[in-house]
């Protein structure tokens, strides 16, 4: 489902944030991204959803050669990964509502079809009451959630999450993790960047460990 070989990425100041990068995620595996500060985990999730490419290696995504996919056709290739964001990255003027419509209404589907899938998404994360309000009438945790909801409302079959729990207390973080291992429980591939290692550990999930752009560990716990 992804596999890196090989894998590079080096920006105009010569400083290379990923090197010599491989590794592979099965499809329907759940991991965890981890690494200090600056390790390059934003980096490789970012070559992931095309947001950047990698400047020299492969990266295949369900035997997609990302490298070799036209620029037209990214905006159609990211509606197959969901992203989670540690700031959410939701519209405060707009309601719960719209933001998790929005994937649905850039990708022309319906009113309907918007409305049900967007309920069924928020009830998902426990915000169905809340789909009228504007994200700063939430608490953290539920503009996670929001952000969460709006991730996973096109069913994407990979959901990335960069630092999901970074800004919350350890109840809310076990509570948005799980939430993650229940999308992964019906088959979605999920690979969460995260600082967050004496949750993890309590996890049985695998470990790709990052040192200075390298890999330094990929092993199962």
């Known amino acids: 489902m992804i596999q890196f070989t ?11 944030a990923l090197s010599g990068l491989s590794f592979h995620l099965k499809q ?6 981890t690494g ?3 390790a390059g985990k934003s980096t490789l999730l970012k070559l992931i959803a095309l947001i ?3 400047s020299s290696g492969q990266v295949l995504i369900n035997n997609q050669n990302l490298s070799r996919l036209p620029q037209r056709k990214i905006p159609y290739y990211r509606r197959k990964i969901g992203l989670v964001f540690q700031d959410h990255n939701l519209l405060h003027d707009r309601t719960v509502f719209d933001n998790v419509a929005l994937p649905l209404v850039i990708a022309g589907e319906n009113h309907r079809e918007i409305g049900r899938r967007v309920r069924a998404s928020l009830d998902k994360v426990g915000l ?3 789909e009228r309000n504007l994200p700063i009438a939430l608490s953290g945790g539920e503009q996670q959630r929001v952000g969460i909801a709006r991730a996973v409302v096109n069913r994407p079959p990979i959901l990335l999450a960069d630092e ?7 109840e809310l973080s ?11 429980q019906v088959g979605t591939t999920v690979f969460i960047a995260t600082h967050d290692i004496d949750l993890i550990q309590s996890l049985p999930y695998r470990q790709v460990i990052l040192h200075r752009g390298r890999l330094a560990s990929s092993e199962a716990l």
């Open 6 to 16: 090989d894998v590079y990425k080096r920006y105009a100041n010569r400083f290379e």
């Open 28 to 33: 329907g595996e759940m991991a965890f991204l």
């Open 36 to 38: 200090h500060s600056g």
């Open 52 to 54: 950047e490419r990698s």
């Open 128 to 130: 169905l009451g809340k």
């Open 164 to 170: 999901p729990t970074g800004n919350l207390d350890p």
């Open 174 to 184: 076990r509570d948005i993790m799980s939430l993650f291992e229940q999308f992964n």
